[in-house]
């Protein structure tokens, strides 16, 4: 047994990892053939990802995926533990599993990804949730196959979390959610120890992947067929920084771009790492989209201090201004938080004054979330939760205006849109654009999901476009 410890997750120690190449045993493999798994995945793309990686450890083993967790001989929960909100919502979910228990005394239960990591999580498991089979933390995700057989096999409750990260282990299988879109994992955790955040806790300190194994990852899904990767990191800025001296995201994503595949995204930003030499490859490349995400969290220098995000309001703005002179019609968006320990009504207005310099084409916006562990978690918080309903509802006011604003600026123009599949509207398909904003679209020929096809815009909404194909 081991169990989650923050204090070892804090430790940044030199580079004591190595990278390994995946191994299933074969004694264990189809060895639960015929049975059934559920896989309900919370949070980011990071965990979305992996959860491919755990379909596929779970289908090697001989599971097979049932859409209705009522129906499964196994339900796995990949957790987040960014906000509240996903906290309260798995635990949720493992008070109807306890029902379902009750009913099917074989039924197998387990629950990952970054809740997994905090003490007080698996410490409320052990003591209330006796049900759960067995957990697993985000640093030995590549175990899964050995816990789950020891769980069943030992009939007890099996708790499997390191605090600190293991090797980089390359070659796990991967079963993608779609054939022409792919995750590609760059570097894992995160340095940064922003004082509100919990993620450098969950996800470890930053670890890149070579760049041999990431080409290779690359080039396998072009000759698949697929038309767009995402690079994923916690902070994908950071890429290269424990590895190289001189290779960089920037010289990653020059690489990649000089490949045959159409589109090319990243994600998530810090604006700390963010480098003049990135905005000219973003810039100099078609197949880099002009998408980027760049979260501000706040436009008060003084909450940014506060924050530890190691910039101010006129250093972001001076980034956000390079970008959209280097890079020709790129859309920008950021996260807020508001409300804020010690956020006063002045830092309010100065986020409000950032958000009508920068005119975001979308933001993800919430109210301050206390996790537990984290330096913010400590501060006095003397803001009403009135307070910050109300500054999150006149942010949302603002952030809408500019959404809908920079969508009408599209109408008439013609842009390029992959594919996703039929819409919920009558003989309409959509997709993506470019600028990754999604549009809904009218068809006169037959077209395949996946085609990059060109729309031309007919009307804006806020959240979406509409349009028609055209030649």
Known sequence: MHLPNYSDARRREDKDYKRVDFEFSEEIKNKYKGKTFFLKTYGCQMNEHDSENIEALLMTLGFSKVDDYEEADLVLLNTCSIRENAHNKAFGMLGRLKHLKEQKKDLIIGLCGCMAQEASVVEEIMQKYKFVNFVFGTHNLYQLPEIIDKAVSESKQQIEVFSKEGDLVEGLPVVRANNYKAYVNIIYGCNKFCTYCIVPYTRGRERSRVKEDILKEIDELISSGYKEVTLLGQNVNAYGKDLYEDYTLANLLEDIAKKDIPRVRFMTSHPWDFTDSMVEVIGKYQNIMPSVHLPVQSGSSRILKLMGRRYTKESYLELFNKIKKTVPGVAIS????????????????????????????????????????????????????????????????????????????????????????????????????????????????????GDIVNVKVTSAKTWSLDGELVE
């Open 334 to 449: 950021t996260d807020i938080i508001v409300g804020f320990p010690g956020e006063t009504e002045e830092d309010f207005l100065e986020t409000l004054d950032l958000v009508e310099k920068c005119k975001y084409d979308n933001a993800f916006t919430f109210i301050f979330s206390p996790r537990e562990g984290t330096p913010a978690c400590k501060l006095k918080d003397d803001v009403s939760l009135e307070e910050k309903e109300n500054r999150l509802q006149r942010l949302n006011t603002v952030v809408n205006k500019y959404f809908l604003e920079n969508n009408k600026k599209l109408e008439g123009r013609v842009v390029p849109v992959l594919v996703e599949g039929l819409s919920e509207k009558n003989d309409m398909y959509f997709g993506y654009t470019d600028t990754n904003k999604l549009i809904n679209f009218f068809v006169d020929r037959k077209i395949e999901v």
